[in-house]
């Protein structure tokens, strides 16, 4: 008997790999433990897993945090802003300050969702609609000219119940989506630099209506009140340590797995030893046991390595074109760095993200000042618009001020110089002389700064031989 058993021991073993199921005494077996996951492998399992977990927190703040200002206070519900976002706005890492946004929160379980929406007056407007896995897609945009004459857009996934992605009278076009989740967000140039024109664009984007599909047909809405969420976290390193497995159990049961993509292959294959694979149902007493606060860590260290590529252009330039693109067009490290710095932009052709460095190369910090010098022929080749806009490095977030100016471009104010150019200040105290439109106020204190540009539509072969300003530090008086 004592052999039989020790074989037994033996052969369990060596088919739990990744699993220990120690026994004590005659009592029923412990809940099953990661055993001894290196920090290789979990490195692993956060680099691969950090594109779902930065867009759970996304698209579930954005419908369910009642605290912010942005939020749709439920899904199937839209956000409809008509001022340029402030430092209040916390709900993503590195938000956009040159934009209006309409964001429409979308739950695909049940029935279609129709966007209904109006011509457009401004230069550019784009859609974008993004699921869990932080594949981006923008299928309506006016560098290819839509937005010119009203329309209608339905959006499904897989699992939508009772539709296939057949035509529906009166529905211009057709979007199958690879999750059940998904944010939907309209990017709009306001001009508000033109009064009459910023009030007319602000109309068409009131305009805009979200609809399921009972109710395009004159019905009523299918309930979608039958589901139960993960908490979200305050930050992407909350969920890797409070509640990580039943996130991404939660994201695996309502996203679409591609068998011949790599990057969903390899995070089936990694969370697989975990017990997390599409279609379980997550139990808290049952499920496996890990290191939370090695997982926690592990994310934040993930997070620092590819916060400091900021600081790195030249990486930039060979990331651009893979970062924020669709399914099949992207790798796992362009979604790596690009889930860390700022979820859910806008590919190369629509926008680009170069960062501003130092002239030095060290870390810009507000206990100094630094100015940004473009002459004309170093101004961003952007066909459409540009801005800069300053954050803190820690959370991305804009720098508090009195001033509410966050950013520098055409929407939020600027002064161009008499040859052209522009000269950018970052500073505590506006400068002498400088205008109030090219002033970036920060709070004077150890912390360190990061500026991002944001050119749309650029020109790409001029991009080629473009390089991105720097920022020189001020000498101190």
């Known amino acids: 008997m004592r052999i039989k058993n020790r074989v037994l021991r033996l052969l369990i073993a060596s088919v739990l790999v990744m699993v220990a199921l120690p026994i004590v005494g005659t009592a029923k077996a412990a809940e099953p433990v990661a055993n001894n996951l290196s920090n290789e492998q979990v490195k ?39 001022a340029l976002y402030d430092h209040n706005v916390k709900v993503i890492a590195r938000p956009n300050n040159d934009s209006l946004y309409i964001s429409a929160m979308l739950d695909l379980r049940k029935e279609p969702l129709i966007l209904d929406m109006p011509a457009f007056d401004s230069k550019y407007v784009s859609l974008m609609a993004v699921a869990y896995d932080h594949y981006v897609n923008v299928p309506l945009t006016t560098r290819k000219g839509d937005f010119r004459k009203p329309g209608k857009a339905l959006f499904y996934s897989a699992r939508t119940e009772g539709y296939n992605g057949e035509a529906v009278e009166g529905i211009d076009r057709v979007f199958e989506m690879s999750g059940d989740f998904v944010i939907a967000v309209f990017r709009v140039m306001p001009h508000a630099n033109q009064p009459e024109k910023f009030n007319k664009i602000v109309g068409q984007m009131k305009a805009v209506k979200l609809l399921t599909l009972s ?23 909350d969920v890797f340590g409070d509640n990580f497995l039943e996130v991404m159990q939660f994201v695996f049961n309502h996203t679409t797995f591609d068998p011949a993509n790599e990057m969903d292959q390899g995070v089936l294959e990694a969370f697989k030893p975990l017990g997390i694979e599409p279609g379980k149902v997550y139990d808290a007493a049952k499920a496996m046991k890990i290191d939370k606060k090695q997982f926690r860590n592990m994310a934040q260290q993930v997070q620092k390595e590819n916060l400091a590529l900021l600081t790195q252009p030249e990486k930039f330039v060979s990331l651009a074109p893979r970062i924020l693109q669709s399914k099949g067009k992207t790798d796992l490290e362009a979604m790596v760095v690009v889930s860390v710095i700022g979820p859910i932009g806008l590919p190369l052709e629509e926008a680009t993200y170069p960062n501003v460095a130092t002239t030095d190369g060290s870390a810009m910090n507000a206990q100094n000042d630094y100015v940004i010098r473009m002459t004309k022929e170093e101004m961003p080749p952007a066909t459409a618009f540009w801005s800069m806009t300053l954050y803190d490095s820690k959370n991305g977030f804009f720098i508090p001020n009195d001033h509410k100016k966050y950013s520098v471009g055409e929407n939020s104010g600027m002064k161009i110089n008499a040859d052209g150019g522009i000269d950018v200040y970052v500073a505590a105290k506006q ?8 002033w970036l106020p920060i709070n004077r204190q150890d912390e360190n700064l990061d500026i991002i540009l944001r050119i749309y539509v650029p020109d790409l072969e001029k991009l080629k031989s473009w390089s991105a300003p720097k920022a020189e530090m001020m000498k101190k008086k």
Not at 215 to 237: M, W, Y
Not at 431 to 438: K, R, Y
């Open 215 to 237: 109710e395009f047909k004159g019905g009523t809405a299918k309930s979608i009140n039958d589901v139960s969420f993960p908490e979200f976290g305050k930050t992407d390193a």
């Open 44 to 82: 692993n399992i956060v680099q691969r897993s950090y594109q779902y977990v930065a867009l759970y927190n996304v698209i579930n703040k954005g419908a369910l945090d009642t605290e912010s200002p942005t939020s749709t206070d439920g899904f199937n519900k839209m956000n409809v802003a008509t």
């Open 431 to 438: 400068p002498e002389g400088v205008p109030a439109e090219n």
